[in-house]
């Protein structure tokens, strides 16, 4: 196991480093040593939203916490939801929200 997070809605979230390895770091190669900030992300996120196409999915963004030139950039964290227990997809950085994504909670940080 890389890790197990626990959300806002107290639903417990693992991601396994078979996961993290095969899938999200093929993909997305500068994620190797990030599973730390992927676990901050699901446990204290700027905003989560409904996947666009998948109702069972739901992503999970932060940003401000990323190293070097991605400090800028949010790490969206898609996670798949069974009962009350998820599971991490997949995860990248991205500059924005995704438009098709529907808001299910944004958090209100003072500056």
Do not use: N
């Amino acid at each position: 196991m890389l890790f197990v997070a626990t959300d806002r809605w107290s639903r417990t979230i693992h991601c396994t480093k078979v996961q993290w390895r095969d899938h999200v770091c093929s993909h997305h190669p500068h994620l190797v040593d990030w599973g730390e900030y992927a676990r901050q992300t699901i446990e204290d996120p700027d905003a989560v939203l409904f996947d666009a196409h998948h109702k069972d999915c739901e992503s999970f963004y932060r940003s401000g916490m990323l190293p070097g030139v991605y400090w800028q950039f949010y790490l969206k964290v898609v996670v798949r939801f069974e009962d009350h227990s998820g599971q991490v997809v997949t995860a990248y950085v991205t500059d924005r929200y995704k438009a098709e994504e529907r808001i299910k909670w944004i958090a209100h940080r003072s500056s």
